[in-house]
């Protein structure tokens, strides 16, 4: 009998990860935007107007957590789109608390606190937006290029995958760590992690520090190894 770790996950388990993901976070910002509309207008803005509250934070959320997907481990922008991410959520969850709150005549319906800060977060959202958006720009990454040492513009093995490549010439095995298999193709950790979570990667158990374990035939090289 195969073992549990070495079976490809259901259809359902796959399916469940890669759709409802991304709907659970859909409905959760639906569900917020009556809130959002409600405190825009109350802090000043017009009935058309108040819309743009829940369309800047469901793309500040969805912008940020796709960027953070995207970028490399190690990239200091990667944290700043995941803080992001979370915030903008944050913030979806507080306005319609505070809406809540407001209708059942908790809170007054007009502060000078509560104006101000419904005021700021449309234009705050949008600069870190951009922020972590913005990339080096095409010339000066290319100068950087050319004033480094030859010896340093030489591509050479990740540092993961050689212990992978070592470690199979000694077992046999043409299995990979993620992290190996992330250096192997010349993409983030992550994005391999969500491939093994979509099905889009065979799980084959762990290795000895609890790493997932793919298998090389399903990999595509990158060109500089």
Same mark, same amino acid.
């Given at each position: 009998?195969?073992?549990?770790?070495?079976?490809?996950?259901?259809?359902?388990?796959?399916?469940?990860?890669?759709?409802?993901?991304?709907?659970?976070?859909?409905?959760?910002?639906?569900?917020?935007?009556?809130?959002?509309?409600?405190?825009?207008?109350?802090?000043?803005?017009?009935?058309?107007?108040?819309?743009?509250?829940?369309?800047?934070?469901?793309?500040?959320?969805?912008?940020?957590?796709i960027i953070?997907?995207?970028?490399?481990?190690?990239?200091?922008? $990667?944290?700043? =789109?995941?803080?992001? @991410? #979370?915030? +903008?959520?944050?913030?979806?969850? &507080?306005? !319609? /608390?505070?809406?809540?709150?407001?209708?059942?005549?908790?809170?007054?319906?007009?502060?000078?606190?509560?104006?101000?800060?419904?005021?700021?977060?449309?234009?705050?959202?949008?600069?870190?937006?951009?922020?972590?958006?913005? $990339?080096?720009? =095409?010339?000066?990454? @290319? #100068?950087? +290029?050319?004033?480094?040492?030859? &010896?340093? !513009? /030489?591509?050479?093995?990740?540092?993961?995958?050689?212990?992978?490549?070592?470690?199979?010439a000694q077992?046999?095995?043409?299995?990979?760590?993620?992290?190996?298999?992330?250096?192997?193709?010349?993409?983030?950790?992550?994005?391999?992690?969500?491939?093994?979570?979509?099905? #889009?990667?065979?799980?084959?158990?762990?290795?000895?520090?609890?790493?997932?374990?793919?298998?090389?035939?399903?990999?595509?090289?990158?060109?500089?190894?």
């Amino acid at each position: 009998m195969a073992h549990p770790q070495n079976s490809a996950a259901p259809w359902y388990v796959t399916a469940a990860i890669r759709y409802g993901r991304p709907t659970a976070l859909l409905v959760a910002l639906l569900m917020c935007a009556p809130g959002e509309i409600h405190l825009a207008a109350l802090a000043g803005w017009s009935s058309t107007w108040s819309y743009g509250a829940p369309a800047t934070m469901s793309l500040y959320a969805l912008i940020g957590a796709i960027i953070a997907d995207q970028l490399p481990a190690g990239d200091p922008k $990667r944290s700043s =789109a995941r803080l992001g @991410a #979370g915030l +903008a959520l944050l913030l979806a969850m &507080s306005a !319609q /608390v505070v809406d809540h709150l407001i209708s059942a005549h908790y809170l007054p319906a007009r502060s000078i606190a509560l104006i101000a800060v419904v005021s700021a977060v449309p234009p705050l959202a949008a600069w870190h937006i951009i922020s972590i958006a913005a $990339r080096p720009a =095409a010339d000066a990454t @290319a #100068g950087v +290029a050319v004033q480094q040492p030859l &010896s340093q !513009q /030489v591509n050479r093995t990740p540092k993961h995958w050689a212990v992978a490549k070592q470690a199979f010439a000694q077992k046999d095995r043409a299995l990979a760590s993620i992290y190996a298999a992330a250096d192997y193709e010349g993409i983030s950790v992550s994005t391999i992690r969500s491939r093994v979570a979509r099905g #889009g990667l065979t799980r084959h158990g762990t290795d000895h520090r609890g790493r997932v374990l793919v298998d090389i035939a399903e990999l595509t090289p990158n060109p500089r190894i």
